[in-house]
C-alpha cells in the first residue's frame, strides 16, 4: 500500500502560478511512474502530466504544455506540479497517483493503483 499526499493548492487569479506536492510513503527512487490529474465540477476526472521515474520522461496534455511542469526531489519522495500561467478553466480538484499498469504513456486514470485525497486548485478571472 502507498499513501500519497497532495498540498499547494488554492485560489489565485489567472496569470499566476500553484506549485502543488504530492508526498509519498513509499521512495520515489523506487516508484515506476506517478501522475497528477483533475477533476472540474460535473466532469470526469482527466490527466494532466505524468512522470516515469525510471528515466524521467515526462507527458503533459495538450491543454497545459508549455504551462505546466511535473518534477520529482527523490531525497524527499516527493512529485511536483509547477502550474504558471494559470487560467479559469484550471480549475478543479487535481489529484496525484501513482503505480500505473502500462509504462507508457501514462495518461490512464484506471491504469493507477493508487491516489491522494485531491487538493482543489482555483483560478480566479
Known amino acids: 500500500q502507498v499513501q500519497l499526499v497532495e498540498s499547494g493548492g488554492g485560489l489565485v487569479q489567472a496569470g499566476g502560478s500553484l506549485r502543488l506536492s504530492c508526498a509519498t510513503s513509499?521512495?520515489?527512487?523506487?516508484?515506476?511512474?506517478m501522475g497528477w490529474f483533475r477533476q472540474a465540477p460535473g466532469k470526469e476526472r482527466e490527466f494532466v502530466a505524468a512522470?516515469?521515474?525510471?528515466?524521467?520522461?515526462?507527458n503533459y496534455a495538450d491543454s497545459v504544455k508549455g504551462r505546466f511542469d511535473i518534477s520529482r526531489d527523490n531525497a524527499k519522495n516527493t512529485v511536483y506540479l509547477q502550474m504558471n500561467s494559470l487560467k479559469p478553466e484550471d480549475t478543479a480538484v487535481y489529484y496525484c497517483?501513482?503505480?500505473?499498469?502500462?509504462?507508457?504513456?501514462?495518461?490512464?486514470?484506471?491504469?493507477?493503483?493508487?491516489w491522494g485525497q485531491g487538493t482543489q486548485v482555483t483560478v480566479s478571472s
Open positions: 497517483a501513482a503505480d500505473p499498469s502500462s509504462s507508457w504513456p501514462l495518461k490512464i486514470r484506471l491504469e493507477y493503483a493508487y
Open positions: 513509499r521512495p520515489t527512487a523506487n516508484t515506476y511512474a
Open positions: 512522470v516515469r521515474l525510471t528515466d524521467s520522461s515526462t
